[in-house]
């Protein structure tokens, strides 16, 4: 990471009553809240609950049952994909290309994600940071669960995002790679918005707002 926090991105997310069903069964309803630079959100609640859902629903893999997600970038109202360009995502939902290098998957997704930057000085960054510049030759596909977790924060910060989302981040990690991440959060949170779906106390704790979905407390909720 760069030795000084740039400034501190001026996004808003703005999420107004959204629901989601699948099968005419409800995950969830009239969900609200709002997130500026700087704020950060923990989603809990039980399996099934739908931490998972949600996220992709902030993220525009999926559309809402009902309700609005709006994002806005330096006071101007933003569509869901134009937004993209200023979300970051590592999800075990994410997926990876096995046949190909940590560096080519770098390339390869940023080309999808249609960056228009050179990559190449970011990636080493990131990989370095993620612990896998060693290893950015070799084949995805010889990875441990653990290194393919941490090449997809590689990727998530890759372009430097205003939203950072984060579900069920300290998945296959060992202790070190927790830290890793630890001091991901602590970055994004100085610069931009984080959220994280999780049912794990300490990740929560990260946070300082929770929506916990079983019971839709309050937004707001303070984590001790």
């Given at each position: 990471?760069?030795?000084r926090n740039p400034p501190?991105?001026?996004?808003?997310?703005?999420?107004?009553?959204?629901?989601k069903s699948f099968n005419r069964r409800a995950i969830f309803r009239d969900i609200s809240f709002s997130l500026e630079g700087g704020d950060s959100l923990a989603i809990t609640g039980r399996n099934g609950s739908g931490k998972s859902t949600l996220v992709k629903i902030l993220c525009g893999v999926?559309?809402?049952s009902a309700g609005t997600v709006q994002y806005a970038?330096?006071?101007k109202d933003v569509p869901i994909d134009a937004a993209k360009d200023q979300l970051?995502?590592?999800?075990?939902?994410?997926?990876?290309?096995?046949?190909?290098?940590?560096?080519?998957?770098?390339e390869l997704l940023s080309r999808i994600r249609s960056n228009n930057f050179p990559i190449g000085e970011r990636a080493s960054e990131f990989l370095k940071l993620v612990g896998l510049w060693d290893r950015r030759k070799d084949m995805v596909r010889t990875y441990s669960s653990g290194m393919k977790q941490r090449l997809k924060y590689a990727f998530a910060l890759l372009h430097r995002p205003a939203v950072l989302l984060l579900d069920e981040p300290t998945?296959?990690?060992?202790?070190?790679?927790?830290e890793v991440v630890k001091r991901v959060v602590e970055a994004q949170k100085s610069t931009g918005i984080l959220v994280v779906a999780t049912?794990?106390?300490?990740?929560?704790t990260w946070c300082a707002r929770?929506?916990?979905?079983?019971?839709?407390?309050p937004i707001g909720t303070k984590l001790r």
């Open positions: 990471m760069e030795s501190m991105t001026d996004v808003n997310l703005t999420v107004a009553g959204i629901a999926l559309t809402p970038i330096a006071g970051g995502l590592v999800s075990p939902h994410l997926q990876l290309y096995d046949e190909f290098s940590a560096l080519e998957n770098l998945s296959n990690l060992d202790a070190e790679g927790v049912n794990n106390e300490m990740e929560a929770e929506l916990h979905l079983a019971d839709q407390a």
